[in-house]
């Protein structure tokens, strides 16, 4: 009998969390257990408030690899929720993955820890940093975290830096289009980081689709880990327009969406 890899995923009733857990589900191969701060029994989420040291322990007992996708929003109040869940809670995660042998953390970063270089800069992830706002500090903070533990405790860390994950699988404006990601390919990242070679100790990489236009070149990724993304943003841009559907036009000069 082939032991299945068990799997936590935090923040598994959000957007992106929700749907990598669906689609983690449907391989099979994994045994998942999943949380969110708002449990869902018919959805198979457990309770987990990430500011919670203990349940973090307790949840993370017998993990090999944690998804985490829980996250205050960058709109949030920074000293009221992004610092204690976003900041505090990764702290207490990378401590009971010390304490319980996680073997590998994969972060939900965002691209919004480089937003304020200038669109036309070719930038690659390991760039330094360039927060567009608190937000994006707090996601800078996170993947160093990440580094200190792979270096000090060999938790093999991988972030990813998610551009833009509406929902509905398809992009609503011009920047967006540059950044997207559909959800079959968020997926198969997500798998791909799991199954990446356990000797990566620490990793950043741009969580985008195959974009024409892409602001950042993520074509290493498939020698790399694997990684062979099946959707382009511009082509569903095209269907859009044919459709006359609504497309915000929505281009800066920084690549975070940002403006001074």
């Given amino acids: 009998m082939v032991m299945k890899r068990k799997l936590l995923i935090t923040g598994a009733a959000g957007v992106i ?3 990598v857990t669906a689609g983690l589900r449907t391989l099979e191969r994994y045994d998942i257990t999943a949380a969110d701060v708002r449990p869902d029994e018919a959805r198979g989420i457990a309770s987990l408030d990430v500011t919670d040291a203990q349940r973090m322990e307790e949840l993370t007992t017998g993990v090999d690899t944690v998804l985490h996708f829980a996250w205050a929003k ?12 976003n900041v505090t809670g990764a702290y207490h995660l990378y401590e ?7 073997k590998r953390i994969i972060f939900a970063s965002s691209n919004h820890a480089t937003g304020f270089y200038k669109v036309g800069e070719k930038i690659e992830a390991t ?49 967006a289009a540059h950044i997207w990601i ?6 198969q990242l997500a798998e791909r980081c799991i199954e990446a070679d ?16 892409n602001y950042y070149d993520i074509g290493y990724l498939k020698e790399l880990i694997g990684y062979d993304p099946q959707d ?29």
């Fill in 127 to 175: 760039d330094p940093y360039r927060p567009d706002s608190f937000y994006g500090l707090s996601k800078c903070y996170i993947e160093l975290l990440g580094q200190l533990y792979a270096d000090k405790h060999g938790i093999s860390s991988i972030n990813i830096r998610i551009g833009n994950f509406p929902g509905d699988d398809r992009p609503h404006s011009d920047r």
């Fill in 96 to 102: 009971a993955a010390r304490r319980n042998g996680v």
């Fill in 232 to 260: 382009d943003a511009a082509r569903l841009m095209d269907e859009a327009e044919r459709r006359h559907q609504p497309i915000k036009h929505d281009e800066t000069a920084y690549q975070g969406g940002v403006t001074k």
């Fill in 74 to 85: 960058d709109q949030d109040d920074f000293l009221g929720k992004v610092l204690p869940i």
């Fill in 198 to 213: 356990e000797n990566i100790p620490f990793l950043c990489l741009y969580g985008t689709s195959a974009n024409t236009d």
């Fill in 17 to 19: 969390g929700g749907a």
């Fill in 182 to 187: 559909s959800a079959r390919d968020m997926v």
